[in-house]
């Protein structure tokens, strides 16, 4: 199947710091990538939803200053959690969906950062 | 609004017994639904779908659902369960308010599944 990379796949930072996590679709095009948020023990939250090309569409309740998305390429769209403070400590996932599909078997899923801010 | 419950934080089944995940869905209208797993620091894995047609839907690694309209379920099963089947199991439906390619996927909240040798 189609491979997403996610790089890192865990970071420390210290609070007050800024941290960017990358998704790349390395075999597939992505007009749509989503970004999630998986707490211990729980479900994975979408975060917003990353469109090539123009601004992503986030969430109810989710800070858009506060976790920014860029999704530059049709290959890659970065999160980048701003002021990290310890609260933003979770594990964050990435998946991106192949150009031309809208059902769940072409989406596929990076292997997720740990983010822990200290 | 379109949601998926999973009863069961756990499940534990001794290997070569059947096996069954549970999943019931909320949904307006006919579901799309989903099993995902997620092997330990990996991302999910697509097992199978169901939009239309046969109730029992066959996918990966020997998983199959069957869906139930009249009991709104869409129980994971497996006939013979594998020590590697171990991992966190998750339903998921699609939200019909979205659609194409920034067609989203609601999760439910997981199942650990433990296989015992």
């Known amino acids: 199947g189609a491979v997403v990379s996610q790089h890192p796949s865990w970071v420390i930072c210290k609070s007050g710091t800024s941290v960017k996590i990358e998704c790349r679709s390395l075999d597939f095009q992505a007009t749509t990538m989503f970004w999630y948020r998986q707490f211990p023990k729980q479900s994975l939250m979408l975060m917003a939803t990353?469109?090539?090309?123009?601004?992503?569409?986030?969430e109810q309740g989710v800070e858009k200053d506060k976790f920014l998305i860029n999704h530059a390429s049709l290959t890659l769209s970065t999160l980048t959690v701003t002021s990290a403070h310890p609260e933003d400590s979770s594990f964050y996932i990435c998946?991106?969906?192949?150009?031309?599909?809208?059902?769940?078997?072409?989406?596929?899923f990076g292997s997720g950062t740990q983010l822990s801010v200290l | 609004a379109q949601s998926v419950a999973q009863p069961e934080d756990q499940v534990n089944v001794a290997e070569g017994n059947p096996l069954t995940v549970k999943c019931t869905y909320s949904?307006?209208?006919?579901?799309?639904l989903f099993w995902y797993v997620q092997y330990p620091n990996r991302g999910l894995q697509f097992l199978l779908k169901?939009?239309?047609?046969?109730?029992l839907v066959k996918g990966s690694y020997g998983f199959e659902a069957e869906f139930n309209k009249s009991q709104t379920s869409f129980h994971l099963k497996k006939p013979s369960a594998l020590v590697s089947d171990s991992a966190l199991y998750f339903c998921?439906?699609?939200?019909?308010?979205?659609?194409?390619?920034?067609?989203?996927?609601?999760f439910g909240s997981g199942t650990r599944l433990s296989i015992r040798p």
């Open positions: 998946s991106a969906r192949e150009v031309g599909t809208g059902e769940g078997e072409k989406l596929f």
């Open positions: 990353s469109n090539e090309g123009s601004k992503a569409t986030y």
């Open positions: 998921a439906v699609r939200d019909m308010s979205s659609w194409g390619s920034a067609s989203k996927i609601i």
């Open positions: 169901y939009i239309t047609g046969d109730n």
């Open positions: 949904v307006s209208g006919n579901p799309y």
